[in-house]
C-alpha cells in the first residue's frame, strides 16, 4: 500500500530553488519561498535560493553548476514554463537532462486539471536527471508550487514512501 515507512529512517537532501522571473525579488518570491517552507518544513535543506531572469543561457549556466556539484540532490525551478516568448524555462532544463520524466509533468497536469480544468494545457511542467540530479520544472503561481510540492515532491523526495521513490535512486543515477 502507498505510504510512509515510519519503521525506516528519514533521509535529509539537498534541494536548490531556482525562481525564473523578470520582475520578481526575494521580497516578493511568493513561490519560491513556499517552496523553501516546505522543503525545511519535511526536513531536508534548501541548499541555496537564487532568482534569475528569463534568460536561457544564464538558466542553463546556473542549472550546469547546480548539477555539477556533489553537494545538490535536487533543483526545483519555478517560473518560465509557459508558452509566451520568454518561457524559457523548459529549454534550459531539456537541453542538460540526460533522462526526461514525463510522468512528472502528466501528472501534475492531471492534478492541475482538477484544481484549474482545461488551462492545465499552458503549462509545460517538465522533469528529469542531469549528473545524477534531479530537476523539476515547476508554473510560477504559487498555487502550482504547493499542488507539486504536496502531491507528489514531498512524497517522492521521502526515501519512506512506498511502494517507491526518487530518493532510493540516488545512489545509482549515475550508473552505466
Not at 8 to 21: D, E, G, H, M
Not at 84 to 113: C, N, Q
Request: charge should be negative; glycine fraction near 8%; proline fraction near 4%.
Amino acid at each position: 500500500m502507498a505510504g510512509i515507512d515510519e519503521s525506516k529512517p528519514f533521509v535529509a537532501i539537498n534541494i536548490a530553488v531556482l525562481t525564473v522571473s523578470d520582475t520578481r525579488d526575494m521580497h516578493n518570491d511568493t513561490s519560491g519561498e513556499v517552496l523553501a517552507e516546505r522543503i525545511v518544513e519535511k526536513g531536508h535543506r534548501v541548499f541555496e535560493r537564487q532568482i534569475l531572469p528569463d534568460d536561457q543561457a544564464a538558466l542553463r549556466k546556473q542549472l550546469g553548476a547546480w548539477c555539477a556539484d556533489p553537494n545538490v540532490d535536487v533543483i526545483i525551478t519555478t517560473g518560465g514554463t509557459g508558452v509566451t516568448g520568454r518561457d524559457v524555462t523548459v529549454e534550459a532544463h531539456r537541453m542538460l537532462y540526460e533522462k526526461e520524466i514525463p510522468g512528472f509533468g502528466e501528472l501534475f497536469r492531471w492534478i492541475s486539471y482538477e484544481k484549474i480544468g482545461t488551462s492545465t494545457v499552458q503549462s509545460r511542467a517538465t522533469a528529469g536527471v542531469c549528473q545524477g540530479t534531479y530537476m523539476f520544472a515547476l508554473p510560477g503561481s504559487t498555487g502550482a508550487c504547493k499542488d507539486a510540492w504536496d502531491e507528489i515532491l514531498q512524497y517522492q523526495l521521502d526515501i519512506r514512501h512506498r511502494p517507491c521513490n526518487f530518493v532510493e535512486l540516488m545512489p545509482r543515477l549515475l550508473e552505466t
